[in-house]
């Protein structure tokens, strides 16, 4: 994906369309300072905007791969369009990720990004649901957690890991981190 190229044609969608997003993923992670190659854009919405997304993908060229209520997955014929990811918020947690965003920009445009806590519950789950991501996801999470400028909400995170009954992995982190 050639981000510069992609995003500003989807930041510019998603804002004439009024739909409220955030950025989740690695993109997530640049905002909040920490490096790591992507090759896609993850952004969470909400599920009753997700009717618009379809449309503006298809308008801009990209076909749906696979979509449920919860996610889709959108790819498109140009390389340098890539790939995009929609996690679809309807649910307790991820509707406090939406109100919890914070603004920030990319590539000069406003956009909406989760908090550090957020992005790390969101590895948290994607680990847990496919275990063959725990390595990437584990070194995204010490990424934040070693950002300096963080003041992380430790109780926020460890409330993700005992979702996922990994409470012990939380509490050696926490004792690397805090």
């Known amino acids: 994906m050639r981000f510069s190229k992609a995003l500003p044609l989807l930041f510019d969608a998603l804002k004439n369309k009024n739909i409220d997003y955030a950025l989740i993923g690695g993109l997530a992670l640049h905002t909040l300072g920490a490096s ?24 801009l ?10 996610v889709a997955n959108y790819v498109s ?3 340098d369009m890539g790939q995009v990811d929609f996690l679809f918020a309807h649910r307790h947690y991820a509707l406090d990720m939406m109100k919890r965003a914070q603004s920030t920009t990319l590539l000069g445009y406003p956009v909406k990004v989760v908090s550090a806590e957020d992005l790390i519950g ?32 430790w109780k926020r995170i460890e409330e993700y890991y005992r979702i996922f009954n990994r409470a012990n992995e939380f509490q050696n982190l926490r004792k690397r981190f805090q």
Do not use: W
């Open 122 to 153: 969101l590895k948290v789950q994607a680990s847990s649901n496919d275990p063959s991501r725990c390595a990437k996801d584990q070194s995204d999470i010490e990424e934040l957690m070693r950002q300096p400028r963080m003041d992380l909400d």
């Open 77 to 79: 014929s140009d390389p």
């Open 61 to 70: 060229g990209y076909r749906l791969l696979h979509g449920t209520q919860d």
């Open 36 to 59: 790591r190659s992507t090759f896609d854009a993850d952004f969470m919405m909400f599920l009753t905007q997700a009717d618009q997304v379809k449309t503006i993908m298809e308008t």
